[in-house]
């Protein structure tokens, strides 16, 4: 599986941002994609995840009523639909799929949010 993240950039705070991930390869085995962040000097966290099948969803407390995830089976596509950002968002986003017993990451793309 190979994941390309796009739309990361510089904002002010308040400000929106929508991040793709576009999936490719075996996209028929993933179970569970996800949107990741690491910001300088702390670990990676989980923002959001959503599942294949019922598109069940999951958001840090963090982000929870700021930012959507929402992913097209179809396309092999997934989104984050960031809100309301805030300069503590800033951070590398990462896309993230779960494989049974896998996990596969795009590179990242860099949010910036300026006060």
């Known amino acids: 599986v190979q994941l390309v993240e796009s739309g990361g950039g510089l904002v002010q705070a308040g400000g929106s941002l929508r991040l793709s991930c576009a999936a490719s390869?075996?996209?028929?085995?993933?179970?569970?994609m996800g949107w990741y962040r690491q910001a300088p000097g702390k670990q990676r966290e989980l923002v959001a995840s959503i599942t294949t099948g019922g598109g069940s969803t999951k958001y840090a407390d963090s982000v929870k009523g700021r930012f959507t995830i929402s992913r097209d089976n179809a396309k092999n596509t997934m989104a984050l639909q960031m809100n309301s950002l805030k300069p503590e968002d800033t951070a590398v986003y990462y896309c993230?799929?779960?494989?049974?017993?896998?996990?596969?990451w795009g590179k990242g793309t860099l949010v910036t949010v300026s006060s």
């Open positions: 390869g075996s996209t028929f085995s993933i179970i569970t």
């Open positions: 993230n799929a779960y494989v049974r017993y896998k996990d596969y």
